[in-house]
């Protein structure tokens, strides 16, 4: 256990030790400001009846739960895509830094095998991924509740939904990182999935247009390939508490996720160093 | 102390493939087996891509075999379980340069199975030991090479190990320095730990080690104790009175007079003998002493571990009595 211990301790210290995630820890930071002291909520017998934002009241017709609601949305959509974009970007390197000659050669030669020295990695990386989504997401949800007193906690899984996507999306990373050892290819890889999902996420009004052939590997893409861009809705869903009425697109790419993780692991497995 | 030979490699053979459309085959091993004792310091030697990078790394499961096997202290290499007790200074390691040297230790130890108790009394002591106390907390990307090669060192003792790996440790390292990492081997063998040393530096494993192996085009080309390997056959250095040309000239090839090394004493002079056995050489001796010359020491001749490895390396020395080649 202590040597497993010590590679989810290394991997924390040097994502901790990237610019990026300082940084997405300083923006959180400001989002739970804004939301303590930028966002005055005058709750009236459980109505809204104004709201000001830097002082200045401003106008709307929403409800206080709408208020709310949006307010949640809009947090949780930026971390889905912002936070995940980025979070990516700064955690990408650290797997092919993993595979440095000198540095893999010290750590293989500790008495932990090379799935748990992945494990190890990869439960770092998810780790903080998740201190850092619950910082921000669990953070303005504890603040607009206590200042409007409504309670969403179904918004919550948003923190699970979206550290299970940047989760499945490392898994490319960590499949590619351990087949060609450059970061590089890893992100182009990732972003150009994403990028890819967007499209996927029209699967519906696309393939009717397509002749049958093109329809089937469409079909075939959306089905294989991680659906990020389809669960934004997921989570609009849970930070605005309506039912999810279509968890496919989750499931997919967890299993996708999943299937990354084990080639990635048989190659890490098998190579040389 | 272990039973089990510290390592034990047995037909190891390893074949690098690359390329993906014309297939190359590198033969880095080739059916390698040798043995360490626990307790004493090896030392594997060879020229640069003769293999040894390779077979130290198959025994810390860093690279896998192509065939054969490789055991430390009776555990095959491929299960962690075999490095347990082992330490390892990789030839240019590197350390996340954010860390403290003493945070390094630390993490590291801890990925050693070492317990935060023994960490906390080991580390400052360790530390010391390499002379890196006054700079325990600072950044390790503020440190020289020598010093990351000691602080490398201090990773490799944190837990205790009983047999040490270590890959080019002076490397970088100033001539003081190196006089202590020489001094710690020492000390390490004193303390029962076994040693397995990879360096070029041949000065300094011929002051350390006890055995040692070459290893050339992937193969253990000689390998048995310094003293054994650099003797030179039958052949003695003898310092005596000078000779009189007529018991020179009668001992013809049996006995040269020499350059090498004038004795101080200007009585004196310096001859190599050369005899088949025992009996030729004290044949020898005794016609010396008929002759009235005084003895003043008789040594069997030695190379250098040098000149050893050059004549080795280049195919001009023969594998000597009872080494395997």
New interface residues.
């Given amino acids: 256990m202590?040597?497993l211990?010590?590679?989810f301790?290394?991997t924390l210290?040097?994502l901790w030790?990237k610019k990026v995630i300082m940084g997405l820890f300083l923006v959180s930071t400001l989002v739970l400001l804004f939301v303590s002291f930028a966002l005055n909520l005058d709750v009236v017998e459980g109505s809204l009846a104004s709201f000001r934002l830097f002082g200045s009241e401003a106008e709307t017709d929403m409800t206080l739960e709408d208020l709310v609601f949006a307010v949640e949305s809009v947090v949780a959509g930026a971390a889905y895509w912002l936070g995940v974009l980025l979070a990516l970007f700064s955690a990408a390197p650290l797997f092919t830094t993993l595979l440095?000659?000198?540095?893999?050669?010290?750590?293989?030669?500790?008495?932990?095998?090379r799935p748990?020295l992945l494990a190890g990695h990869v439960a770092g990386v998810w780790g903080a991924m998740l201190v850092l989504v619950t910082y921000l997401l669990g953070g303005v949800w504890l603040l607009m509740s206590v200042k409007s007193g409504v309670w969403n906690p179904r918004f919550l899984l948003a923190i699970l939904l979206v550290v299970a996507l940047f989760a499945v999306m490392y898994g490319v990373v960590v499949l590619l990182g351990a087949w060609t050892e450059s970061t590089a290819l890893s992100l182009i890889t990732t972003y150009g999935l994403i990028f890819v999902s967007l499209a996927l996420a029209g699967v519906k009004q696309i393939t009717p247009q397509l002749s049958s052939t093109g329809a089937a590997v469409f079909w075939t893409a959306y089905h294989t390939l991680p659906n990020f861009a389809e669960v934004t809705q997921t989570v609009g869903n849970l930070a605005t508490g309506d039912p999810v009425t279509d968890w496919y697109p989750f499931v997919s790419s967890l299993l996708f996720g999943a299937v990354c993780y084990a080639l990635g692991a048989w190659i890490f497995a098998?190579r040389?160093? | 102390m272990p039973s089990s030979p510290a390592v034990a490699v047995t037909d190891l053979s390893k074949t690098y493939h690359s390329g993906w459309i014309r297939q190359e085959h590198v033969q880095a091993l080739d059916d390698v087996t040798l043995s360490v004792e626990p307790g004493t310091v090896f030392g594997l030697l060879g020229p640069n891509g003769a293999g040894k990078s390779t077979l130290v790394k198959i025994l810390l499961g860093v690279v896998h075999a192509s065939s054969g096997t490789a055991a430390l202290f009776g555990t095959p290499s491929t299960n962690p379980a075999a490095r347990r007790h082992i330490g390892f200074l990789p030839e240019d390691h590197h350390f996340p340069g954010f860390l403290s040297g003493e945070r390094v230790l630390h993490i590291y130890g801890r990925m050693a199975n070492v317990d935060a108790e023994t960490r906390s009394a080991r580390i400052p002591e360790l530390l010391d030991r390499v002379g890196l106390a006054g700079r325990r907390a600072s950044k390790v990307q503020s440190y020289s090479k020598g010093m990351m090669q000691r602080l490398g060192l201090a990773q490799a003792l944190l837990g205790d190990p009983e047999l040490l790996f270590l890959d080019e440790p002076t490397d970088g390292v100033d001539p003081v320095g190196r006089r202590d990492i020489r001094d710690l081997l020492v000390w390490l063998q004193e303390q029962g730990t076994t040693v397995f040393l990879n360096s070029h530096l041949l000065s300094e494993v011929e002051k350390v080690c006890d055995r040692i192996a070459i290893l050339q085009d992937g193969a253990i080309v000689r390998q048995g104790s310094i003293h054994e390997l650099t003797a030179v056959e039958r052949v003695y250095d003898v310092v005596t009175t000078r000779i009189p040309p007529t018991v020179l000239e009668n001992l013809g090839e049996a006995l040269r007079p020499t350059e090498d090394g004038a004795p101080s004493d200007p009585s004196l002079s310096r001859y190599r003998v050369r005899a088949d056995n025992r009996a030729a050489l004290n044949a020898v001796l005794d016609r010396l002493r008929t002759a009235n010359v005084e003895i003043e020491s008789v040594r069997p001749l030695r190379q250098t571990l040098e000149d050893y490895f050059i004549d080795v390396v280049g195919g001009t020395s023969p594998p000597a009595n009872g080494a395997p080649s």
């Fill in positions: 202590l040597p211990l010590g590679i301790d290394l210290r040097e030790a440095d000659e000198g540095h893999i050669d010290l750590l293989l030669s500790k008495p932990i095998s748990q098998r040389d160093f």
